[in-house]
């Protein structure tokens, strides 16, 4: 009987950093699909002229940006309708206190561990410490995600002060972000929190839904809203920990909040408004990391400002549709007026 394959974490070794591999979707599977991604990109480098795509860590700039686009907004939607905007800024900070930790720990012990692991870790315990706060001393949201904002920033300030050497340098590509520091390693652990936000989202979609809207219809209704709000602030840190390979701590919270603002000016519908916003930040991602090689630009400033002008084009054109509809009305009132 061949034992099942599914459930066994096992340790890798990726790029000269420690990654950890689930034998249901090993490492080597995850590089598999990044070889085939690479070759079609070339592909498409050679076929139409695109110097950019010659290249293998566009490649991989490119791999993360699209699935990055997927994840924020997937998040970002149910964030910013339940006015928690901000909590990706406050997990942002604390993902670089995580970046701040792998980084000390490889410089004291010599340990090889990815900076982007202890993020994650960082930022988990994070979004439950926000919840925590606000559950047990009755605190808004806003007063927690401030003390878990200034706590995490000021943990990695001291971290990187206590060997300011190496760590000082190395912490820039964690701040704003670097198209050319995507290895092959770091790919794969976006590529593992892709699978594990789209898979807790697409599961518990109505139920993240109705207490995104009306949490006491979900108490009343049997839910568990604090384990609800305990998953949604999880997924939030892994998505802020994944885009910030290319956004950067600084930025990183623009792509949960900025293609979102712009898809609500043309959605009807909560599901019209997730699609759009995915529609404009993968626009965003492409477009952004293009004019970043072009013009050797900040990878992540770049893409905000192009979400900021379709945010800016998504307001105008909303607003000439509502204009539009205006007028259709007080045409339809005045015919309906003239046959009576």
Known sequence: MTPSPTSTLTIASVDG????????????????????????????????????????????????????????????????????ALIGDALAHTAFAGVAVGLFV???LGTGISPYLTAVVVAMIAALAIELISEVTDAYNDVSMAIVL?????LGAVLISLNAGGLAVGINQYLFGNLATVSRSNAMILIGLFLVVTLVVGTTYKQLLYVTFDETAARVAGLNVPWYNRIMTMLTAMVVVGAMQIMGVILVAAML???????????????????????LA???????????????????????????????????????????????????????????
């Open 17 to 84: 950093l420690v990654v950890p591999s689930v034998t249901g979707l090993p490492t080597g599977a995850i590089g598999w699909l990044i070889d085939r991604w690479s070759d079609l990109l070339s592909a498409v480098g050679d076929a139409a002229g695109i110097e950019m795509l010659q290249y293998g860590f566009m490649h991989r700039a490119f791999l993360v940006g699209v699935l990055i686009a997927v994840m924020a907004p997937l998040i970002g939607t149910f964030l910013v309708h339940r006015q928690l």
């Open 106 to 108: 490889n410089a004291v």
């Open 150 to 154: 200034s706590t995490g920033f000021a």
């Open 257 to 279: 909040v900025v293609p979102v603002a712009g898809a609500a000016q043309l959605a009807r519908s909560f599901r019209e408004a997730l699609l759009a916003s995915i529609i």
């Open 282 to 340: 993968e626009l965003a991602v492409l477009v952004g990391i293009t004019l970043s090689f072009q013009y050797e630009a900040t990878a992540g400033g770049t893409i905000v400002l192009v979400a900021v002008a379709l945010y800016v084009g998504a307001v105008l054109l909303g607003k000439v549709q509502s204009n539009r509809k205006t007028v259709g009305d007080i045409h339809a009132t005045a015919e309906e007026q003239t046959a009576d």
